[in-house]
């Protein structure tokens, strides 16, 4: 049995190139059946070997430095759990050809792996058909790297480069997933760099609430109200809101505990009383619709979309901002609008974190040891901090 190696960048740059026409082969030391394959050319690949019923499985996971060693081994311990299953991931590959469609491979991409892992399939589904269809009938082989630079660049001086640096990520996302599933092409976004984005601070300053509370409250589209409402209440992510379900709410406890959020744990979001009030009078509106079962289980639920709840309430946003007079104000600047009236009623940024279901790996310990109480004080306290600059 070869030693095995931690496996770190020095130790990898460190390695010599195999004899000519040799492969050697480094184990690591961190995760079972974790190799690195050298060529003779010097060429690095990780690889995980495996003996499953008297055979050896060996899957091909990326090349170094393209692949990290951090992703390497995430990647290993999936090809590790599938193997434990039963299941040989080579035989799960599908030798895409370079005669494949780009429309073709996005679809497998949301059907094969966006839809079955992805909490926000549905941004992908909505972003790729925005700024891709001219693409869905070329081959893959054929969209060239100058062409992702040059539609980039395009995305970035007609939808700035927020947008450009996210339709980046899904090109390269769905290319990684073509040579994962055995496209041989090199993926078209190698060495295209993100724009450099600059951490946004927007939020609703305390000129503008008065003005903001007034015209949200003129709003003649009482869901998308009190979505937006219940946004700036519980500073929660867009997509738990929209997908609020009336069984994850305590009345009495005033607390919605959300199932799974967007890194993947539950949350528990204590509600203020203001919240408590939405949610009743919303409650009463929803028994006046006439809705479907699969549609009555949601808060803000909708007669059109297909998931049955609201979906995108742009239109109802840009009224109430036009109505205010209040400009470059995004819906998700709502969220980080409770987080800054809390630090300005003084919570610490332990409370913000855990209030908001922010993920630090140097705060995670201290979150996990804090309870409610201090959340429900800090929320309240700059909930009745905004609703002091209403009456004003």
């Given at each position: 049995?070869?030693?095995?190696?931690?496996?770190?960048?020095?130790?990898?740059?460190?390695?010599?190139?195999?004899?000519?026409?040799?492969?050697?082969?480094?184990?690591?030391?961190?995760?079972?059946?974790?190799?690195?394959?050298?060529?003779?050319?010097?060429?690095?690949?990780?690889?995980?070997?495996?003996?499953?019923?008297?055979?050896?499985?060996?899957?091909?996971?990326?090349?170094?430095?393209?692949?990290?060693?951090?992703?390497?081994?995430?990647?290993?311990?999936?090809?590790?759990?599938?193997?434990?299953?039963?299941?040989?991931?080579?035989?799960?590959?599908?030798?895409?050809?370079?005669?494949?469609?780009?429309?073709?491979?996005?679809?497998?991409?949301?059907?094969?792996?966006?839809?079955?892992?992805?909490?926000s399939?549905?941004y992908?589904?909505?972003?790729?058909?925005?700024f891709?269809?001219?693409?869905?009938?070329?081959?893959?082989?054929?969209?060239?790297?100058?062409?992702?630079?040059?539609?980039?660049?395009?995305?970035?001086?007609e939808?700035?480069?927020?947008?450009?640096?996210?339709?980046?990520?899904?090109?390269r996302?769905?290319?990684?997933?073509?040579?994962?599933?055995?496209?041989?092409?090199?993926?078209?976004?190698?060495?295209?760099?993100?724009?450099?984005?600059?951490?946004?601070?927007?939020?609703?300053?305390?000129?503008?609430?008065?003005?903001?509370?007034?015209s949200?409250?003129?709003?003649?589209?009482?869901l998308?109200?009190d979505?937006?409402?219940?946004?700036?209440?519980?500073?929660?992510?867009?997509?738990?809101?929209?997908?609020?379900?009336?069984?994850?709410?305590?009345?009495?406890?005033?607390?919605?505990?959300i199932?799974?959020?967007?890194?993947?744990?539950?949350?528990?979001?204590?509600?203020?009383?203001?919240?408590?009030?939405?949610?009743?009078?919303?409650?009463?509106?929803?028994?006046?619709?006439?809705?479907?079962?699969?549609?009555?289980?949601?808060?803000?639920p909708?007669l059109?979309?297909?998931?049955?709840?609201?979906?995108?309430?742009?239109?109802?946003?840009?009224?109430?901002?036009?109505?205010?007079?209040?400009?470059?104000?995004?819906?998700?600047?709502?969220?980080?609008?409770?987080?800054?009236?809390?630090?300005?009623?003084?919570?610490?940024?332990?409370?913000?974190?855990?209030?908001?279901?922010?993920?630090?790996?140097?705060?995670?310990?201290?979150?996990?040891?804090?309870?409610?109480?201090?959340?429900?004080?800090?929320?309240?306290?700059?909930?009745?901090?905004?609703?002091?600059?209403?009456?004003?």
């Amino acid at each position: 049995m070869a030693n095995k190696h931690n496996f770190t960048k020095s130790f990898l740059s460190s390695l010599s190139p195999a004899k000519q026409g040799k492969r050697d082969y480094y184990r690591d030391a961190k995760v079972n059946g974790l190799e690195i394959m050298v060529t003779d050319k010097g060429s690095q690949s990780f690889k995980v070997t495996k003996k499953k019923d008297g055979r050896i499985i060996r899957v091909t996971l990326g090349k170094y430095p393209d692949l990290s060693i951090e992703n390497a081994r995430k990647k290993a311990h999936e090809v590790n759990a599938q193997i434990a299953q039963g299941i040989n991931p080579n035989e799960e590959k599908n030798e895409l050809k370079q005669e494949t469609t780009f429309g073709t491979l996005f679809n497998e991409y949301m059907e094969k792996y966006s839809k079955k892992h992805k909490r926000s399939w549905k941004y992908d589904e909505r972003e790729v058909n925005r700024f891709l269809p001219h693409w869905f009938t070329r081959k893959i082989s054929t969209i060239t790297n100058q062409e992702v630079r040059n539609l980039h660049e395009k995305v970035r001086s007609e939808n700035g480069l927020y947008q450009a640096n996210r339709i980046l990520e899904r090109i390269r996302a769905i290319y990684n997933k073509a040579i994962e599933w055995g496209y041989k092409n090199e993926n078209p976004t190698n060495g295209i760099k993100k724009f450099k984005e600059q951490s946004r601070e927007r939020f609703i300053q305390p000129d503008e609430l008065p003005k903001f509370f007034e015209s949200l409250d003129q709003e003649e589209n009482h869901l998308s109200r009190d979505y937006i409402y219940i946004s700036l209440y519980t500073g929660a992510r867009k997509s738990n809101v929209l997908a609020m379900r009336w069984e994850e709410i305590n009345f009495t406890m005033k607390r919605w505990q959300i199932p799974k959020t967007k890194n993947g744990d539950s949350l528990t979001i204590h509600l203020p009383n203001l919240a408590i009030e939405v949610l009743e009078k919303r409650k009463e509106e929803n028994e006046k619709l006439d809705l479907q079962d699969f549609q009555k289980q949601w808060v803000f639920p909708s007669l059109t979309s297909k998931s049955g709840h609201l979906e995108e309430p742009r239109k109802s946003w840009r009224k109430v901002l036009e109505r205010a007079g209040i400009q470059n104000l995004r819906l998700h600047d709502i969220r980080r609008t409770l987080g800054s009236y809390q630090a300005i009623s003084g919570a610490s940024l332990q409370v913000i974190g855990k209030s908001l279901g922010h993920k630090s790996s140097t705060a995670t310990e201290v979150y996990a040891r804090m309870n409610l109480d201090p959340i429900k004080q800090s929320v309240d306290k700059a909930i009745d901090l905004m609703e002091s600059y209403k009456k004003q």
